[in-house]
């Protein structure tokens, strides 16, 4: 990606800027290495990297179309048709990637791309904001770009800057100079960079509502099936063998018994298909039954066949006897059970997203796992149940029972999650000062407190942090370990520390700070520095800090 940005050299190697001529006169010629500040008028410009690349890729996809529509035409073969619905995309990717563009100025952000252009004024565009997808996810990379919001509500994803690492040089400096020229030219409504991720309260929720959806539509599909399977497994557990007077038209409904030779096996793996072979291909040239049954049959066994409806039931030699499995309508039952119990998962990030709808986009909401409990238990009840009622049909007294005990155990763990889930607000923030300073509560011995600072410091080198200690006659200290003992210990100067808020996590803090945790931000003798921790532990450190 080719920025052009303010707060870079001027014929450096990643920028490329130049002043906005005022309107009547000739625009100046910029001069290398100087440097643009924020009073003048000034020009971003993004470029996607690998542009060449991009190119290339679309002009292949456009051969691969051309070649795949004339080779259909001659041919009518539809592998050919295939290929080209397969290049066309690749081919408009490429090249909507190659030509895109974006530019900024004083006027706002103007967009072109392959199919549209389009142009924001400054007036209109609310907040730039960072969106990530992807992340926590070790094999796939963590995919950023930036999203306009509009003063109405709406967003507009910027095609450029994007970046797939987390530490890119070229994205963060045209981020930097977009919202530079924002401030400069417009209003933001954040004094901060929003970032939005899968954990915020900004992030999508169509994805767990279209999973929700399609859980419970499989969960309804296999209930339907339920009494149509209870009733072909009592047919088969009650069919009789066929008689000579038996009706042709009922001779599916009974037992059918044909004789047959093996000729080979075929034992395969266990999840794929093992086959019996048989002489003569009579009554039929194969049968795919289990590994086991593939195993233990031989050659040259002979074997009775058991037919009904159409199909091979039972398969009895003289020492093993394979029977066909079929659904009974209890398993059934268990499927669309789990199926549902599934979608309470989805339905649980739509319950937490919907009660976190208030807050701002980019304040990280309370994690979903607590409700993870309450489906489980109720798994561990509920599933037995299911499969209970439908194949071995239980008294009244039992079923009514065993659902009454679930039940009260499912509500009160539910009420437990939603408890834990409840949005914490912090407490307003003491009023501006020195942290430092005695503490009216002196601790008596070393408490570890899992807590960190996310900036590095001279007291948290590298970030290597984990736990503040407090109390056993020293200053608290920044440690990596959770205890006991003070090695690698490193003193935080709380005279130098100055509280000035403290807020809930948010999407820019990043993924190591835990859903549930508060964020205090202090000023380290003019350097800003935030401190990580759960609510009352923080509340601990803060007050031992003052």
């Known amino acids: ?90 081919c408009l990717t490429s090249l909507n990637r190659a030509t895109a563009r974006v530019r900024a100025d004083a006027r706002g952000l103007h967009v072109r791309t392959l199919l549209r252009r389009w142009s924001l004024p400054w007036s209109d565009v609310a907040d730039l904001r960072v969106r990530l997808k992807y992340e926590n996810t070790p094999r796939a990379p963590e995919g950023r770009w930036v999203v306009a919001v509009l003063r109405d509500g709406r967003r507009r994803r910027l095609p450029l800057p994007v970046s797939w690492t987390p530490h890119d040089p070229d994205f963060h400096t045209a981020l930097d100079a977009l919202r530079a020229l924002h401030r400069h030219h417009g209003t933001p409504e954040s004094d901060h960079l929003p970032v939005i991720s899968s954990r915020t309260a900004g992030r999508g929720w169509a994805g767990a ?17 339920v009494p149509g399977t209870g009733a072909t497994e009592r047919a088969w557990k009650s069919a009789v063998p066929c008689t000579a007077g038996t009706p042709a038209e009922d001779r599916s409904e009974c037992l059918t018994t044909l004789a047959a030779v093996i000729e080979r096996t075929e034992p395969r793996r266990p999840r794929e298909e093992s086959r019996l072979y048989f002489t003569g291909a009579r009554p039929m040239r194969r049968l795919a039954v289990s590994r086991e049954a593939a195993q233990e049959f031989r050659p040259g066994d002979r074997v009775r066949l058991t037919l009904w409806r159409g199909e091979v039931r039972t398969v009895t030699g003289e020492r093993y006897v394979w029977q066909d499995h079929m659904a009974g309508a209890g398993e059934v039952a268990v499927v669309a059970t789990g199926l549902a119990l599934g979608a309470g998962y989805p339905a649980a990030r739509l319950l937490i997203r919907l009660r976190g709808r208030r807050r701002p986009d980019d304040e990280v909401l309370p994690s979903a796992l607590p409700f993870a409990v309450p489906l489980v238990v109720t798994g561990l009840w509920l599933l037995p149940l299911s499969h209970a009622y439908f194949a071995r049909p239980l008294g009244p007294t039992a079923a009514l029972t065993w659902a009454a005990a679930g039940t009260l155990v499912s509500l009160a763990l ?27 509560d002196a601790l008596d011995g070393e408490v570890f407190v899992r807590a960190r600072f996310l900036e590095p410091t001279d007291y948290n080198p590298h970030s290597f942090g984990t736990h503040i200690v407090l109390g056993g006659g ?73």
């Open 1 to 90: 990606m080719r920025t052009v940005s303010p707060d870079c050299p001027v014929g450096s190697r990643q920028c490329d800027g130049r002043k906005t001529a005022a309107p009547g006169t000739s625009p100046r010629p910029p001069a290398v290495g100087r440097m643009l500040h924020m009073n003048s008028a000034r020009e971003v410009i993004c470029h996607p990297q690998e542009k060449g690349l991009w190119w290339i890729l679309g002009g292949l996809g456009a051969a691969a179309t051309v070649v795949a529509v004339g080779l259909w035409a001659a041919s009518g073969m539809v592998a050919w048709l295939v290929v080209c619905l397969l290049s066309v995309p690749t």
């Open 209 to 225: 509502l279209a999973l929700c959806v399609l859980l419970l539509a499989g969960a309804g599909l296999a209930g339907w099936f």
């Open 414 to 440: 539910l009420c437990w999650a939603w408890r834990a889930t409840r949005v914490r607000v912090p407490e307003a923030a003491p009023a501006s000062g020195a942290a430092g300073g005695p503490s009216a």
């Open 474 to 546: 020293a200053p608290p200290a920044v440690i990596p370990h959770p205890g006991p003992g003070r090695y690698a210990a490193r003193p935080i100067p709380v005279d130098r520390l100055t509280l000035r808020d403290v807020r809930r996590a948010r999407g820019s803090d990043g993924d190591t700070v835990p859903t549930g945790w508060h964020v205090a931000e202090l000023d380290d003798g003019g350097t800003p520095v935030r401190l990580a921790a759960a609510p009352a532990d923080l509340a601990r450190i803060l007050d031992r800090l003052r």
